[in-house]
């Protein structure tokens, strides 16, 4: 009787520490600036299916206002977008009181190496080349910067 009551303690253990974990993903808000909805759709997607609550903005313009607006853990940006570039919009967030400590990871189709250096030393997280990442290596790095435990 002694093992079955001590591998039900540890069962009970683990689901409550599952629990925990989950509840604390779900709480992380993460908004991408990006204009192709096909990005949009895989990487966001990926991230909502491991329980991050996503929101999107098609433009530069439009994801300042959400991320001065709204509060956000995490902010994924594109670097060549409508109205305004990533570079302008990470530059922005970077100013702002209340945006200047959020985690940012750039992803970039098509930037030059020196656009690619400023965007580096404004004080972003990560920036990966969007075509030779998958979504859970971005999953997975939005987990590390954001401190939960895989």
């Known amino acids: ?18 629990e925990k974990l989950e509840s604390k993903i779900e709480t992380k808000k993460i ?21 991050f609550q996503v929101s999107s903005a098609k433009n530069g313009s439009w994801g300042i206002k959400e991320a001065l607006e709204k509060d956000f853990d995490l902010l994924i940006i594109d670097m060549v977008m409508p109205v305004m570039s990533g570079e302008e919009v990470v530059a922005k967030l970077k100013i702002e009181e209340k945006t200047r400590s959020i985690p940012i990871i750039v992803l970039s189709a098509s930037v030059d190496s020196e656009t690619q250096k400023r965007v580096e030393q404004m004080g972003i997280a990560a920036f990966f080349v969007k075509t030779q990442i998958i ?7 939005v987990k590390e910067l954001l401190g939960i435990g895989n």
């Open 135 to 141: 979504p859970s290596d971005l999953s997975k790095k």
């Open 1 to 18: 009787m002694g093992d079955a009551k001590k591998q039900l303690c540890e069962f009970l253990n683990s689901t409550v520490m599952e």
């Open 31 to 51: 908004l991408i600036i990006e204009d192709q909805e096909v990005f949009i759709d895989m990487f966001g997607g990926k991230l909502e299916q491991d329980g």
